[in-house]
T-cell receptor, first 110, second 115 residues
Framework: QKEVEQDPGPLSVPEGAIVSLNCTYSNSAFQYFMWYRQYSRKGPELLMYTYSSGNKEDGRFTAQVDKSSKYISLFIRDSQPSDSATYLCAMRYTGNQFYFGTGTSLTVIP | DTGVSQNPRHKITKRGQNVTFRCDPISEHNRLYWYRQTLGQGPEFLTYFQNEAQLEKSRLLSDRFSAERPKGSFSTLEIQRTEQGDSAMYLC?????????????FGPGTRLTVT
């Protein structure tokens, strides 16, 4: 079983829709939870970073962490064509390794 | 803050050759990470440096791979006797102790093709 599971999609939504992206994990020691956006043939770009459980909002993006269910989510409101990319979840505990999901490919159709 | 840079951006090599990649982290970032990413997968951790010390290596890291960060600034990743399975994007990331443990910033990557 992988440490982090993420549905690869692809996910296709119309412009303006609310997008929900999710990851599950198996290691209850994870404390730091991140979401990255990766455009084709580019390095990942940090979008959101959350420590422990709860919600965090930044503009159109909201990250949620539910440690009891070992489940994290990223919501994108008012999605734009420029949001079309692959979204990667990542996690770490107090060690130095980051564990990434496989990424979900998102296309926002104008 | 000019971001993390990596060179070369692309490398094509023949099986059995050695290759070396360079990463220049964001200035004053003392933590540096190397990852490998294959198509349709997330980045896979390879190794971690704090300043010049290599503190962690993935169990998956073959002994053909070696990384250095001689002065705690730039880092190099060398792959000896390349194999076709080494074809991937090699990503470097850096972070600062002044930021949270979850924050790291990636470079654009070096895409390696082994023929």
């Amino acid at each position: 079983q992988k440490e982090v599971e993420q549905d690869p999609g692809p996910l296709s939504v119309p412009e303006g829709a609310i997008v929900s992206l999710n990851c599950t994990y198996s290691n209850s020691a994870f404390q730091y939870f991140m979401w990255y956006r990766q455009y084709s043939r580019k390095g990942p770009e940090l979008l959101m970073y959350t420590y422990s459980s709860g919600n965090k909002e930044d503009g159109r993006f909201t990250a949620q962490v539910d440690k009891s269910s070992k489940y994290i989510s990223l919501f994108i409101r008012d999605s734009q064509p420029s949001d079309s990319a692959t979204y990667l979840c990542a996690m770490r505990y107090t060690g130095n390794q980051f564990y990434f999901g496989t990424g979900t490919s998102l296309t926002v159709i104008p | 803050d000019t971001g993390v840079s990596q060179n070369p951006r692309h490398k094509i090599t023949k099986r059995g050759q050695n290759v070396t990649f360079r990463c220049d982290p964001i200035s004053e970032h003392n933590r540096l990470y190397w990852y490998r990413q294959t198509l349709g997968q997330g980045p896979e951790f390879l190794t971690y440096f704090q300043n010049e010390a290599q503190l962690e290596k993935s169990r998956l890291l073959s002994d053909r791979f070696s990384a250095e960060r001689p002065k705690g600034s730039f880092s190099t990743l060398e792959i000896q006797r390349t194999e076709q399975g080494d074809s991937a994007m090699y990503l470097c990331a850096s972070s600062s102790p002044a930021r949270g443990l979850g924050e790291q910033y990636f470079g654009p990557g070096t895409r390696l093709t082994v023929t």
